[in-house]
């Protein structure tokens, strides 16, 4: 259950939300500029919102009323930036376990290393890696917290089309692997097809519909464009 | 080019001196300067101009304050005599000018070092459980490492330069607090000292290259890193 009722402000853009979705996996979709990335690091402890209430399953991580907001560190989620964010002087091997709680079993690191195919270059640094590679390990990083709840940042954007598809098709193992409660933003229709369940349209900071992914994915076809074509239109 | 045995104890004597005053500076500096690149706080250009002032400040004025402070009849020196820790005309004196006067110059460096580090960095380690300490130590300071380096090199370059507040406060004593620039300062002054002076400024002016080429190379290849990689 994904809770969020939030308030904030960015220098001029106003970012007013509030919606509560029981799907596992939520994506917050709409064009570049309209709050998605923002909800999305409001959520993350990273931006402090004006006023709300954000919870998941039950666990509230900023609540202004009850005076809570937990600090990213506490908040055991596991971000996926659009940026990546690897640490630029560690091998892989050290990103993949830096936010690895003390008590993790080795069999944990080895499974995820395993199922995102990242053991051929686990000591390398992150300079040395392709685009895909690098979105592999920031996810494999974010699982290997062992977090409530995965927040991913436009997991595919800026890569080429092979390695989109690569890395499109681990986030759907891990989408069937895993239990996780996952946000994922995207301005793009059939990543959002492809690993939500439900769907938040947001426009202008604001929620325009809450809907199923089917639903969704009908309004896409119905629209007669192509899905990518589709995208480019809304982004 | 061989140094007199009174030359080669001031050398020596400088790089001790530099040594222990530069590694005493660098906590104080890591702090003040991680102040400046990642906090606000009310009065903060005034705190970095204090920092800075022994940068501006005839050395002799700092010698003299220092003397005024940390002397036998000042306001610390007289506790750290009763403790039988003075330091005034001991190398532990010169030491402490060495410090003060190479701490703007690692302040600095450290400030633009932690700047350059890209804060999404930090707010990434944050994510993943890390609390502030373990920020620091493990991405922000590695990732000002070749920053730090020219820090130390440029501050090593000061402290072993120093001459006026090191005068001012500890005197010239030999083996004590004459350093290798009042040595040679006292060979300009004697007659027929003129070859040893031409030494210790051959020694100074290599060493002050080699300080100066690690500042540059960490500066140049430094810069800021790829902070996504």
Known sequence: ?235 | MLLTHPEAVALALSFKVSLVGVACSLPVAVGCAWLLARTRFFGKPVFEGVLLLPLILPPVVTGYVLLIVFGHHGTIGRWLDAAGLSIAFRWTGAALAAAVMAFPLLVVALRNAFESVDRKLENAAATLGAGPWRIFFGITLPLSARGLVAGLALAFARAFGEFGATITFVSSIPGQTRTLPIALYELISTPGGESGALRLTLVAVIIAVIASLIAALMLLRGGTREADA
């Open chain 1, 1 to 235: 259950m994904i809770e969020l009722d939030l308030a904030l402000q960015r220098g001029e853009f106003s970012l007013e939300l509030s919606l509560c979705s029981p799907a596992r996996a939520l994506a917050l979709f709409g064009p570049s500029g309209c709050g998605k990335t923002s909800t999305l690091l409001a959520i993350a402890g990273l931006l402090r919102p004006r006023r709300g209430r954000i919870a998941i399953d039950g666990h509230a991580l900023f609540d202004a009323d009850a005076n809570i907001d937990l600090p990213p560190a506490q908040r055991n989620l596991g971000v996926v930036f659009q940026d990546a964010r690897l640490f630029p002087h560690l091998s892989v091997r050290d990103n993949l376990r830096y936010g690895m709680p003390r008590t993790a079993a080795g069999q944990n690191f080895d499974d995820v290393v395993h199922l995102l195919e990242l053991s051929a270059f686990l000591k390398r640094k992150p300079g040395q890696l392709s685009g895909g590679q690098i979105r592999r390990v920031a996810i494999g990083r974010a699982l290997l917290r062992q977090p409530q709840a995965l927040l991913l940042d436009e997991p595919l954007a800026n890569l080429h089309r092979e390695a989109r598809a690569e890395v499109l098709e681990h986030l759907r193992g891990l989408k069937h692997g895993f239990t996780l409660s996952t946000i994922l933003v995207s301005h793009q229709p059939d990543e959002v097809i492809a690993l939500a369940d439900s769907v938040a349209l947001i426009e202008d900071g604001r929620l325009a519909a809450l809907q199923s992914v089917a639903a969704f994915e009908s309004s896409t076809a119905a629209s007669g464009v192509p899905v990518a074509a589709n995208a480019r239109a809304t982004g």
